[in-house]
């Protein structure tokens, strides 16, 4: 899973395992710890694993998913298989898709590989959660770890603004302030999957929990590199609409005003080497439509 969501995911993991277990449907009768999950001899590197030392001490490997990974059952069953090698433990694996984007028909929970002649020489099952399929109240009022899940539960886009308050809320109430503001800055990227930018921008000012927030947080460095985005965005639309009104004031003193179907299709362009073009045939060009060109 691409960052922020894996650094925001990573830290969730960390800070509530007993919850996460509860939430991918794990009982945990025994204590949970994180144990080494970096498996960099050979470039591989998974979310999360759990130790339960319950009386038969099992392993619990946690995977994110918040892009399409079609061969995401593969890369559980290899990640598997090398947890297996290293502890020597039973694994259940799990992946929690964070959103229907990531989702796909053949991530059902069977990993199968079969030999064109019909032998099976691999079946391997593993847990699919997905979060959009959670009620957003039984979250709510969950434990809290479940809160970051809460935005991205069943609950319609207009409406998320209202969980994310509901959510600052309970970690103001009930929390210490720094598991609170690392709590919140889960919520608030996972809510990133759900919600534009200028969204979130508008709903922070009244989330108490952001005085909580370090401004070297990756949420403020994932909200700034929204802004960034959208003063290049913005320059960029302002040169192409620079271009348009240049193009249709030259053209008119050559050709006469544009018609309605001429416009729209000015209006339709969106790259400035395009508009660029344009211009230079209104040099040589006879009419609007030699100038504009075929698309």
């Given at each position: 899973?691409?960052?922020?969501?894996?650094?925001?995911?990573?830290?969730?993991?960390?800070?509530?395992?007993?919850?996460?277990l509860?939430?991918?449907?794990v009982?945990?009768?025994g204590?949970v710890?994180?144990?080494e999950?970096?498996?960099?001899?050979?470039?591989?590197?998974?979310?999360s694993?759990?130790?339960?030392?319950?009386?038969?001490p099992?392993l619990?490997h946690?995977?994110?998913q918040?892009?399409?990974?079609?061969?995401l059952?593969?890369r559980?069953?290899?990640y598997?298989g090398?947890?297996?090698?290293?502890h020597?433990l039973?694994?259940?694996?799990a992946?929690?898709?964070?959103?229907?984007?990531?989702?796909?028909?053949?991530?059902?929970?069977?990993?199968?590989?079969?030999?064109?002649?019909?032998?099976?020489v691999?079946?391997?099952?593993?847990?699919?959660i997905?979060?959009?399929?959670?009620?957003?109240?039984?979250?709510?009022?969950?434990d809290?770890?479940?809160?970051?899940?809460?935005?991205l539960?069943?609950?319609?886009v207009?409406?998320?603004?209202?969980?994310l308050?509901?959510?600052d809320?309970?970690?103001?109430?009930?929390?210490?302030r720094?598991?609170a503001?690392?709590?919140?800055?889960?919520t608030?990227?996972?809510?990133g999957?759900v919600?534009d930018?200028?969204?979130?921008?508008e709903?922070?000012?009244g989330?108490?929990?952001?005085s909580?927030?370090?401004?070297?947080?990756?949420?403020?460095?994932?909200?700034?590199k929204?802004?960034?985005?959208g003063?290049?965005?913005?320059?960029?639309?302002?040169?192409?609409?620079g271009?348009?009104?240049i193009?249709?004031r030259?053209?008119?003193k050559?050709?006469g005003?544009p018609?309605?179907?001429?416009?729209?299709?000015?209006?339709?362009?969106q790259?400035?080497?395009?508009l660029?073009?344009i211009?230079?045939?209104?040099?040589?060009?006879?009419?609007?439509?030699?100038?504009?060109?075929e698309?």
């Amino acid at each position: 899973m691409a960052k922020p969501f894996d650094a925001a995911g990573k830290e969730l993991l960390e800070l509530k395992p007993e919850a996460i277990l509860e939430y991918v449907g794990v009982s945990a009768e025994g204590s949970v710890s994180l144990i080494e999950s970096d498996f960099s001899t050979v470039t591989a590197q998974v979310d999360s694993v759990f130790r339960v030392d319950a009386e038969f001490p099992y392993l619990v490997h946690i995977e994110l998913q918040a892009n399409l990974d079609v061969d995401l059952p593969r890369r559980l069953r290899r990640y598997n298989g090398m947890i297996d090698l290293r502890h020597k433990l039973p694994i259940l694996s799990a992946v929690i898709l964070l959103r229907p984007e990531a989702d796909h028909k053949d991530i059902d929970g069977h990993y199968i590989m079969n030999m064109p002649f019909g032998f099976c020489v691999d079946s391997f099952k593993y847990y699919v959660i997905r979060a959009w399929k959670y009620s957003v109240e039984t979250l709510l009022t969950g434990d809290l770890g479940f809160l970051p899940f809460a935005p991205l539960a069943d609950v319609p886009v207009d409406e998320v603004p209202e969980v994310l308050r509901r959510v600052d809320e309970r970690l103001v109430r009930e929390t210490t302030r720094e598991e609170a503001g690392i709590l919140m800055q889960v919520t608030l990227v996972w809510a990133g999957l759900v919600l534009d930018k200028g969204t979130i921008h508008e709903i922070l000012g009244g989330l108490k929990t952001m005085s909580l927030i370090e401004e070297s947080s990756y949420v403020r460095i994932w909200l700034d590199k929204g802004k960034e985005q959208g003063r290049i965005e913005g320059e960029k639309q302002g040169k192409i609409e620079g271009e348009r009104a240049i193009i249709v004031r030259l053209g008119r003193k050559r050709f006469g005003e544009p018609d309605a179907a001429t416009l729209a299709k000015l209006d339709s362009i969106q790259s400035v080497d395009r508009l660029d073009e344009i211009s230079d045939r209104l040099i040589t060009a006879a009419n609007w439509t030699e100038a504009i060109g075929e698309d």
